[in-house]
């Protein structure tokens, strides 16, 4: 099977295509900030396009809506921690030049959690669209 998809890939890029693939003999899981995160098969075809390189970037604040600093961002594909960050003395956090597979149905993994535990961790799922420039995902965390 990994030979037949090999021969695919190739073939697409003789085309002019890419190709992502993740072969995977058995599924890995990950427990992240209490977040099972998980790897599996994934084979997506596309054109050069669909790899876009974006910006990502927000704030973090409790629901009072006061700033918080120090606290953790992590991007994650499948159990892999692509990036991460800490937020600043505003709140803000930003990812420059970030490369993702976009209009794909790919899915990366946001976690937000505070080092110190005072408050407690948030996931959120990411999807990028073909030609996004930037992407803003602005959290409200809440005391444990």
């Not at 890995?28 to 900030?33: P, Q």
């Amino acid at each position: 099977m990994k030979i037949c998809k090999r021969i695919c890939v190739f073939a697409l890029s003789l085309l002019g295509l890419s190709a992502y693939s993740k072969d995977l003999p058995r599924r890995h899981t990950k427990i992240v900030e209490g977040f099972e995160l998980e790897d599996s098969f994934l084979t997506v075809y596309g054109g050069r396009r669909n790899h876009i390189t974006t910006k990502l970037y927000g704030t973090i604040c409790d629901k009072d809506e006061n700033s918080l600093k120090g606290i953790k961002i992590a991007i994650y594909d499948g159990t892999y921690e692509k990036a991460q960050t800490f937020s600043d003395e505003n709140g803000a956090f930003y990812f420059d030049d970030f490369s993702v597979w976009a209009g794909l149905k790919v899915k990366y993994t946001m976690i937000v959690s505070d080092p110190n535990g005072e408050f407690a961790p948030i996931r959120r799922e990411l999807n990028f669209e073909i030609d996004e420039v930037t992407k803003e995902e602005n959290v409200i965390l809440e005391r444990k």
